[in-house]
């Protein structure tokens, strides 16, 4: 990532927000320099609303300097798994290298959004366990706040982990609010993963409070649980627990409690939508054959299934993240097939 410059500069209009789309303020960022003088990655904070609960939401475009993104841009929504908030999943700052999803894609040409989910980063904490059918209502509320902001009712969706299983069970609601759905490290059954398995081994632990610990300890060990702790560098892991730390050292459990115990939460032939299905070649929440029996049942035939090499269950963080990135833009920007 390049050197982060803070650079503000007063909002004087910016029409289409209701009331699920509050900025959190009233500053667009330069998140970006660039190399001309005009152009730059910009970011804006929104709160969506579920209820009563307060959801904080990102966005970041590349712009001329002065202008709100082109309406006309595509919108790819990123969704956060289990233990890292949504910033630190997409947009994390690790010094001298390159791991913000939101900048690579946003440099691509597109709206790109995330949102911390209930419980997580900046939203607001509950008693809830934020588990798959809470967060289904999350991203419900969070495609209110795009579409009254952006005047879009369809995104891209980009989902990783349990954050995969949740994009999933939304494209399945609400079908008609997917352009293309991304799952990377989904689990479907969950048979034979050695990571489920564990959470299993675990339930009346996970069951016993809407939140589980997680330190600086239980994020370093993601990189590590799948036995190739040299996927990933160490400089981002800690990078990572600095940015994560400041949310406390729990989350909530209940995306560990669905994933022991309530799978499968997503039924694919009623994801409508065309599928890319990336699996790390050492991932720990799923099989090659629990995935391929998912991704079988899908109805529709624009889909893809890709092995990352050389890559284990997180893979944006991975060494090899580019090649995730890569089987991304392909899907995104594929022509529309031509109906025979």
């Given at each position: 990532?390049?050197n982060?410059?803070?650079?503000r500069r007063?909002?004087?209009?910016h029409?289409g927000?209701?009331l699920?789309?509050?900025?959190?303020?009233?500053?667009?960022?330069?998140?970006d320099?660039?190399?001309?003088p005009?152009?730059?990655?910009?970011?804006?904070?929104y709160?969506?609303?579920?209820g009563?609960v307060k959801?904080?939401?990102?966005?970041?475009?590349?712009?001329?300097q002065g202008?709100?993104?082109?309406?006309?841009?595509?919108?790819?929504?990123?969704?956060?798994g289990?233990?890292?908030?949504?910033?630190s999943?997409?947009?994390?700052?690790?010094?001298?290298?390159?791991y913000s999803?939101?900048?690579?894609?946003a440099?691509?040409g597109?709206?790109?959004?995330?949102?911390?989910?209930?419980?997580?980063?900046?939203?607001?904490r509950?008693?809830?366990?934020?588990?798959?059918?809470?967060?289904?209502?999350?991203?419900?509320?969070?495609m209110?706040?795009v579409?009254?902001?952006?005047?879009?009712?369809?995104?891209?969706?980009?989902?990783?982990?349990s954050?995969?299983?949740?994009?999933a069970a939304?494209?399945?609601?609400e079908?008609?609010?997917?352009?293309?759905l991304?799952?990377?490290?989904?689990?479907?059954?969950?048979?034979?993963?050695?990571?489920?398995?564990r959470?299993r081994?675990?339930?009346d632990?996970?069951?016993?409070?809407?939140?589980?610990?997680?330190?600086?300890?239980?994020?370093?060990s993601?990189?590590?649980?799948?036995g190739?702790?040299?996927?990933?560098?160490?400089?981002?892991?800690e990078?990572?627990?600095?940015?994560?730390?400041?949310?406390?050292d729990?989350v909530?459990?209940?995306t560990?409690v669905d994933?022991?115990?309530?799978?499968?939460?997503?039924d694919?032939?009623?994801?409508?939508?065309?599928?890319l299905?990336?699996?790390g070649?050492?991932?720990?929440?799923?099989?090659d054959d629990?995935?391929?029996?998912f991704?079988r049942?899908?109805?529709?035939?624009?889909?893809?299934?890709?092995?990352?090499?050389?890559?284990?269950?997180?893979q944006g963080?991975?060494?090899n993240?580019?090649?995730?990135?890569?089987?991304?833009k392909?899907f995104?920007?594929a022509?529309?097939?031509?109906?025979g």
């Amino acid at each position: 990532m390049t050197n982060r410059q803070i650079a503000r500069r007063k909002l004087l209009t910016h029409s289409g927000l209701g009331l699920g789309a509050s900025l959190m303020g009233g500053l667009a960022t330069k998140a970006d320099a660039r190399s001309g003088p005009f152009h730059g990655i910009w970011s804006q904070g929104y709160l969506a609303r579920k209820g009563d609960v307060k959801l904080a939401m990102y966005r970041k475009w590349l712009g001329e300097q002065g202008g709100w993104p082109d309406k006309q841009l595509p919108a790819l929504l990123l969704v956060h798994g289990s233990s890292l908030s949504a910033q630190s999943s997409f947009d994390l700052d690790v010094p001298g290298d390159k791991y913000s999803m939101m900048d690579v894609f946003a440099d691509y040409g597109f709206d790109v959004w995330i949102m911390d989910h209930e419980g997580f980063g900046r939203s607001d904490r509950t008693s809830g366990t934020s588990d798959i059918a809470s967060r289904v209502e999350d991203l419900k509320a969070a495609m209110v706040t795009v579409q009254q902001t952006t005047g879009r009712s369809t995104v891209h969706m980009f989902g990783e982990s349990s954050g995969a299983i949740a994009a999933a069970a939304f494209a399945q609601a609400e079908p008609e609010r997917i352009d293309r759905l991304i799952l990377a490290g989904f689990t479907y059954k969950g048979e034979g993963a050695a990571e489920i398995e564990r959470r299993r081994a675990r339930i009346d632990e996970l069951r016993a409070s809407p939140r589980r610990k997680r330190d600086a300890a239980m994020i370093r060990s993601i990189f590590t649980r799948d036995g190739h702790p040299d996927l990933y560098d160490p400089a981002m892991a800690e990078a990572l627990v600095a940015s994560e730390m400041q949310y406390g050292d729990s989350v909530p459990g209940g995306t560990y409690v669905d994933m022991a115990v309530n799978l499968p939460l997503v039924d694919p032939a009623k994801v409508l939508a065309p599928v890319l299905m990336t699996r790390g070649e050492w991932d720990g929440n799923s099989t090659d054959d629990d995935l391929l029996e998912f991704f079988r049942k899908l109805p529709n035939g624009d889909r893809q299934y890709v092995i990352l090499p050389n890559t284990a269950h997180s893979q944006g963080f991975s060494k090899n993240r580019q090649l995730l990135w890569y089987a991304m833009k392909n899907f995104l920007e594929a022509p529309a097939p031509v109906a025979g």
